[in-house]
């Protein structure tokens, strides 16, 4: 019963069209009460506990040189399309992809809530920032390279890298403590 009433939850188009935006405003609640960088890290951690990659990538897993220890490991993430090339490819079909992805925005906005007018500019600024992000990842094929994306760090060093970001508050937030190491992907 219960796996039937799952899927039909998910099946059941014409409820969740009536229920719009209902499901998620909760969270869209707490995004507008964010005043500064630790409440968007709070908020991304909360985020990371519920299935979604706000940010960046993350997860804990087997560590890939000590088999016998889980490790925390950090990856490039914040982007909506599947890769940096998306950003900056220019071949027809990627600048089509792009110019889907801008309108798909837009109507995200426009369901959110927001006039035409705001809901392009924000479609516009949102396109903007993930371009940005895209432009520090690395590329596919160096993703593929496993002793290149494998920086493992004591936990120190690692808030070193950013220090106006505090690591603290995110890693509470998804309930790591007493955390001495990590393994960065893409530094």
């Known amino acids: 019963q219960k796996i039937g009433d799952f899927y039909y939850s998910g099946m059941d188009s014409l409820s969740i069209n009536a229920a719009g935006m209902q499901a998620i405003k909760d969270e869209m609640a707490r995004i507008d009460l964010i005043q500064n960088a630790d409440d ?19 997860g804990v897993g087997q560590d890939d040189k000590i088999s016998s220890k ?25 600048v089509m992809v792009r110019g889907k992805f801008v309108q798909h925005l837009q109507n995200m906005f426009v369901l959110m809530g927001y006039d035409a007018t705001k ?20 590329k596919r094929e160096d993703t593929r390279d496993p002793q290149k994306n494998y ?23 998804v309930g ?12």
Request: aromatic letters at 12%; glycine letters at 8%.
């Open 40 to 58: 968007i890290l709070v908020m991304a951690g909360a985020m990371h506990s519920l299935g979604a990659s706000p940010l960046f990538g993350f």
């Open 70 to 94: 889980n490790a925390i490991f950090f990856g490039q993430g914040g982007l909506s399309l599947p890769d940096r090339n998306y950003y900056f490819d220019a071949d027809a079909r990627t």
């Open 119 to 138: 809901a392009t500019a924000a479609a516009t600024r949102l396109m903007k920032l993930e371009t940005a992000i895209a432009g520090s990842h690395r």
């Open 151 to 173: 920086n493992k760090m004591d936990y120190k060093s690692f808030c070193a890298l950013t220090p106006s970001i505090r690591w603290d508050v995110w890693m509470n937030q």
């Open 176 to 187: 790591l403590i007493k955390v001495d190491t990590v393994i960065i992907g893409q530094p």
